[in-house]
């Protein structure tokens, strides 16, 4: 069973245990998990980047290639 407060100190202490808890998990959540995110994030913007570039350069050769079937 879980045992309450009963004093105004008590409450106070058993509030700071919890958010000392919240902290140490948002601390994790930020230094750990969003660092992983943001650096998939980068390297998938630069395959992305890649695969716009072939794209154009696929629409560069078909209209050349319609140019010189016109001229």
Do not use: F, R
């Not at 008590?10 to 948002?26: A, F, N, R, W």
């Not at 992983?36 to 998938?44: A, C, F, G, R, S």
């Amino acid at each position: 069973m879980a045992k309450y407060p009963k004093t105004t100190n008590e409450h106070i202490i058993s509030l700071y245990g919890h958010v000392t808890g919240l902290k140490k998990d948002i601390c994790t959540i930020k230094n750990n998990h969003l660092k992983h995110m943001h650096e998939d994030i980068d390297k998938l913007g630069g395959k992305i980047d890649k695969i716009y570039w072939v794209l154009l350069a696929a629409v560069g050769a078909v209209a050349i290639t319609l140019l010189e079937k016109i001229i």
